[in-house]
């Protein structure tokens, strides 16, 4: 696949929309280009977060260890990032992220990772977005389930 | 207060500490600062989210709506920044931010929040960073939780 392609891909991610196609071919150039068999780990909890996932095509699962086994908390769409989490905390994996299908996925490594959204705030106001309704979200699962518990 | 003064007490606060003097006291000329005394609300869930609140002194409790009455799902300590999922999501407030103490807080309106965050995308980073831990720290109690049950 050429630059020209990925670059197009990248566009359809909503958070890299805006940014000038010129930018999106450096990132692209940049960053690795997976195929993931379905059933096969893009990154492992627990791990050593040093990249983030853009999802071009396929369907992924995130699973977190439970005492009960493994527990299937997401599902991740193409064309969203996952992973962003351990880069941005500076931990460990906190789930492990799993091809459901075979998936095509970006690997963007935590530098140019960060370079990316300290250089297009527009980016980090857009992973923010995701991110806080991500937390309003869990949040309220876990409020149900613990006013339900009492 | 002077805005000199208020600009100071923005600097203790980690994520504008590397933000210049003369773009903190802008910010501190931009905002409302107010005093809310033991047991009132900053802001109330449901309502819709126009700002987001700096605690420059006193502790913050967040409390959400559940059938079995509120439920306390965090405090809030000096020098951290609450309220801000609200605008990030343009959403209705997810939470009530109750004063646990009297309270001096920083009110900044979403536009200038906005602005902030495109004009210095180290803050954006920083505040990518808390919400990932939040997230984080609320998918690990959920999981528990979850798990405990089965």
């Known amino acids: 696949m050429f630059l020209r392609d990925e670059a197009e891909m990248l566009r359809r991610v909503p958070i890299f929309s805006k940014i000038e196609a010129a930018k999106l071919k450096l990132l692209a150039f940049a960053s690795d280009r997976n195929i993931y068999t379905a059933g096969t ?34 599902d991740v769409q193409p064309n969203s990032i996952v992973g962003e989490i351990a880069i941005l905390c500076d931990t460990a994996r906190t789930a492990t992220v799993r091809a459901a299908t075979e998936v095509e996925a970006l690997r963007i490594s935590k530098e ?3 370079k990316l959204v300290s250089d297009f705030p527009n980016i980090g106001v857009g992973m923010m977005r995701g991110l806080a309704s991500r937390l309003a979200q869990t949040t309220s699962e876990l409020t149900t389930t613990l006013s339900t518990e009492r």
């Not at 853009?54 to 997401?74: C, F, Q, R």
Request: with cysteine; proline share 3%; aromatic share 8%.
């Open 41 to 74: 780990a893009l990154c492992h909890q627990g791990d050593r977060g040093d990249a983030a996932f853009v999802i071009l095509s396929g369907n992924a699962e995130v699973y977190v260890h439970t005492p009960a086994g493994d527990m299937k908390v997401a």
């Open 112 to 114: 140019t990772f960060l």
